[in-house]
C-alpha cells in the first residue's frame, strides 16, 4: 500500500518543472507543480498544497516558512479534472525568442548579398518579421505548456510545436529564396510558415494525436 501525499511532504525534482514535471516523494514518481515559476532538476521540494494526483510544491530552500495545515492529507483527485496550469514566461525567455528570430531575418539578407541582391529600405522588413515570427513560436511554446501540463509527456509536446514551427518556419523561407519574392514578400513567408506551424502542431496537441 502507497502512503498517501500529505502537505510538508519531501520529494526531489526528475527534470524541471516548468511550471510542471515530476517529482519522486515517498519513493514514487509523480506529476507536480510549482507555484508557477520553474525549478531546476534534482532540487529538493516541499508539498505546499494541491491534490493527490498533481501536488503543488516549492523548493525547499524557499520553504523556510511555516506551511499551514502539514501533516493534513491531499485530496484525492482525477487527472482529467485537472485544469491547465498557468504558464510563467520570464522576460528573457521572450527576448531570446524575439532575439533568435531577428538573427534569422539578418541571415536571410546576409544570403540575399551574397547572392547579388542589392540592398533597400524593405530590407528591414526581414528582422522585424524574423523577430515577430521568434515571439510567435514562444507564444505557442508557452501555450503548449498551459494546455499539455496534465498530460504526462507535456513537455515533449511543447518541444514538438517548437520543432514544427521551426520546420515550417524554414519551408517558407525557401519558397521565398527560390522564387526570388524580394524582401517584403519574403519577410510575409518567413511569418506565415511559423504562424502555419503553430496552427497545424496546436491542432494536432488539442485533439490528442501527439
Known amino acids: 500500500m502507497t502512503n498517501p501525499l500529505r502537505i510538508g511532504d ?13 517529482v519522486e516523494v515517498n519513493q514514487k514518481i509523480i506529476e507536480a507543480r510549482s507555484e ?8 529538493e521540494v516541499v508539498i505546499v498544497g494541491g491534490e493527490s494526483q498533481c501536488p503543488i510544491v516549492r523548493a525547499f530552500d ?9 501533516g493534513e492529507l491531499l485530496a484525492e ?4 479534472e485537472i485544469t491547465p496550469l498557468e504558464y510563467s514566461s520570464s522576460w528573457v525567455e521572450k527576448v531570446n525568442y524575439t532575439l533568435c528570430g531577428v538573427i534569422f531575418g539578418v541571415l536571410i539578407i546576409v544570403y540575399a548579398l551574397i547572392s547579388g541582391e542589392p540592398l533597400t529600405l524593405s530590407t528591414l522588413f526581414l528582422p522585424v518579421a524574423g523577430g515577430i515570427s521568434g515571439r510567435t513560436l514562444q507564444k505557442f511554446v508557452a501555450m503548449a505548456a498551459e494546455v499539455a501540463a ?10 514538438w510545436i517548437a520543432a514544427t514551427c521551426v520546420a515550417f518556419t524554414m519551408l517558407g523561407v525557401l519558397i521565398a529564396v527560390s522564387s ?29 494525436n501527439v
Open 10 to 22: 519531501t520529494g526531489k525534482t526528475v527534470g524541471s518543472l516548468k511550471p510542471a514535471g515530476k
Open 36 to 43: 508557477g515559476n520553474w525549478i531546476d532538476p534534482d532540487t
Open 62 to 70: 524557499d520553504s523556510e516558512f511555516e506551511i499551514t495545515n502539514q
Open 77 to 80: 483527485s482525477k487527472v482529467s
Open 150 to 159: 496534465p498530460r504526462e509527456n507535456h513537455q515533449t509536446q511543447a518541444e
Open 180 to 208: 526570388d519574392l524580394g524582401f517584403p514578400l519574403s519577410a510575409l513567408c518567413l511569418f506565415a510558415g511559423t504562424l502555419t506551424g503553430g496552427l497545424v502542431s496546436w491542432f494536432f496537441l488539442l485533439v490528442g
